[in-house]
């Protein structure tokens, strides 16, 4: 067996003339591949699975990690902005509301007062409309008072005048009320 | 030795560099050691160089590794769920170590080791045992239930169990024979048309014209098969996840 092996191999190592089998199929080299492959490819899979694998999936994992952490920082920092937001909305609408009360107090003291001081011009008007139609009544009763004396003296002279006799005084007065009430 | 050249097989020898034998056994540390090595160091290497900058805005090269990670995860969780990520280390691991040893052997006179069946093989086997192991282990009989669909009428219940039988038992040949093959058939057909171009552009100029359609053929199966590289890296990779997905969930 060993002796076969060997010359098989050997006629390999002849150079120009290639003897023997077909190369991947010449069984005398088989314990030689499948051992190096054992080793090698023991090797590599305990490199990739100590070394190389855990690498590789860490930075992976840590990108992963980055981007997420990222995001939600990113997220947090929106809603943080968005609640500043509504805070300033909020005091914004406030003070809106608190400048439109202070406008409409102002405004309602402001009328107060005007209609106060209106109320106080017309009474003092009126009272003084008043006084004016008391003086203008005596006045004009006065004035009516003397044309009842004045008709009388008139009454009274045409009389005298024109009848050449003197009426008295109460008579002409009686006549004068007499016309003066048809 | 000019015959050597255009050789299309010489590419899938394996050469010893280290004669070792252990008994009977000849595991002499060869040119395919030597690039199982090179993929294990040249992908630990770039995965680690890669992200030594941990940064969180990541340059080009983190984005690769991150982005190897991201896909091999997502592929994993999609085919197999959560319950799935456990085996995450191992699905990454073949995944870079087929990628990377398939576009190692990109390389110009380095040797491509997927493209020998006994390592796709060896590969394909860790993932089929992996799923009975641990099917049977979280499982117990009922992971058997795996070759009996439900709702199948009584009648053709052993037929179907025979069939998903045989299709379970033609898992580890078709994944390994599919990584091997495209490798192996790549290879080939890159090493013949560039022998072509070698061959004739020796018979003068004439030769020379002639040798310009083989070149640009080279030169396409060359973006070609660094498309292959990738996609049955990734094949390999969407079938492991299925068949880890029978073990986790064995219901049909």
Known sequence: MASNVNTTAEVHHGGAEHGGAFPPFDSSTFASQILWLAITFGLFYVLMSKVVLPRIGGILEARHDKIAKD????????ADSEAAGA????SLAEARKKAQAIASETRSVLNAALDAKRHEAESSLSTKIAAAETAI?????KA????????IETAETLVSTLAGESVGRDEVAAAVAAVTAK | MAADKVDPIHQFHITKILPINVGHYDVSFTNSSLFMAMTVIAATAFLILATSGRSMVPNRWQLVAEMSYSFVANTLRDAAGKAGMKFFPMVFSLFMFVLVANLLGMIPYFFTITSHIIVTFCLAMLVISTVVIYGIWKHGFHFFGLFVPSGVPAALVPLVTMIEVISFLSRPISLSVRLFANMLAGHITL????????????AGVAGMAGAVLPLAMAVALTALEFLVAFLQAYVFTVLTCMYLNDAIHPGH
């Open chain 2, 191 to 202: 090493k013949v048309f560039a022998g072509f171009v070698v061959t004739l552009s020796a």
């Open chain 1, 87 to 90: 805070a300033y909305e909020k």
């Open chain 1, 144 to 151: 009516l008072a003397e044309v009842d004396g004045i008709a």
């Open chain 1, 137 to 141: 009544a005596g006045i004009k009763a």
């Open chain 1, 71 to 78: 995001l939600e920082e990113a997220n947090r920092l929106k």
